[in-house]
């Protein structure tokens, strides 16, 4: 992932010691040649997996999602931070918080679209302490779904949710590990 080494390298801002600004090719404008690069990376990480769906949360993950869920030729399902009146009290509900935006939220999956038969691989733009993947992977519990793995593009390993996840047994996959972000300076694993 060559490419995209170089844009966090080249494009990426250190905001503090614990935020890491990507928004200018990942998640608020978003350089297709870079995201269908990672699509095609977890799906060769998980190439054999048998899995079917593919899940993240809305809104950051879903350009991940989407190009992971081509290049392994599946659905793309992404969990809605709101609960639309569309759907109705027939869905999986979990908790999670967000430290960089300091809020909580609810999110919502509809029960027709996660099933037990799913072999779903949870997808994300980052990974600090774990918040988003927990709930992300509960909704996976809830349905008795297989959780095969996390792909993760970016994981802040200082932050420790990827080595508790990792302990607690999930697969995870990151493409990029940002060790520390001191001094306003990237230092990668």
Do not use: W
Request: proline share 2%.
């Amino acid at each position: 992932m060559q490419l995209l080494l170089e844009k966090i390298k080249n494009e990426s801002i250190v905001v503090s010691e614990q935020i890491l600004r990507v928004d200018s090719f990942l998640n608020h404008i978003i350089d297709p040649e870079v995201m269908v690069e990672i699509g095609r990376e977890f799906a060769q990480r998980f190439r054999g997996a048998q899995i079917n769906k593919v899940l993240t949360v809305e809104a950051s993950g879903i350009a991940v999602g989407l190009t992971t869920a081509m290049a392994l030729d599946v659905p793309l399902l992404f969990a809605k931070k709101r609960k639309p009146t569309t759907l109705d009290q027939q869905c999986y509900q979990s908790h999670i918080y967000s430290f960089t935006k300091n809020e909580s939220v609810d999110i919502f999956v509809a029960k027709e679209y996660l099933t037990a038969s799913d072999r779903v691989l949870i997808v994300d733009d980052f990974l600090a302490r774990g918040e988003a993947l927990k709930g992300l992977a509960n909704l996976v519990e809830q349905a008795g779904a297989h959780l095969v793995g996390v792909g993760i593009v970016i994981e802040k390993a200082f932050q420790g949710g990827g080595k508790l996840l990792r302990e607690s047994g999930v697969r995870i996959e990151s493409l990029i590990k940002v060790n520390s972000l001191e001094g306003g300076k990237l230092h990668f694993e």
